[in-house]
Nanobody, 127 residues
């Protein structure tokens, strides 16, 4: 089991940028695929972006393509989410998640492909 701690959330105006960071501990980070999800009030938790253990494969939700970038630094046990051109509809709690198994490679966008989750960080975008 790996422990995940998100940081970097906050309040930003529409059009602004934020970079979220997820620090992992307690496991072999370089073996895990990682994902960022978000959950807005009254809505289901949804995939934002995901990245394979090597960083060579990435996945993005259509709603964030061209605006968000996921990356990882295996030497620092950290995954990042750079968010640019933020919109009010990006407002949500953002969660980091780790995937150990092969299911991730067929369904990186599904919550049940992930094994461990962080506590989340709030991102609020004002219009």
């Amino acid at each position: 089991q790996v422990q995940l701690v998100e940081s970097g959330g906050g309040l930003v105006q529409a059009g602004g940028s934020l970079r979220l960071t997820c620090a992992a501990s307690g496991g072999t980070f370089s073996r895990y695929a990682m994902g960022w999800f978000r959950q807005a009030p009254g809505k289901e938790r949804e995939i934002v972006a995901a990245i394979a253990w090597s960083g060579g494969t990435t996945y993005y939700a259509d709603s964030v393509k061209g605006r968000f970038t996921i990356s990882r630094d295996n030497a620092k046990n950290t995954v990042y989410l750079q968010m640019n051109s933020l919109k009010p509809e990006d407002t949500a709690v953002y969660y980091c998640a780790a995937a150990y198994g092969s299911r991730w490679y067929t369904t990186p966008n599904e919550k049940n492909a992930y094994d461990d989750w962080g506590q989340g960080t709030q991102v609020s975008v004002s219009s």
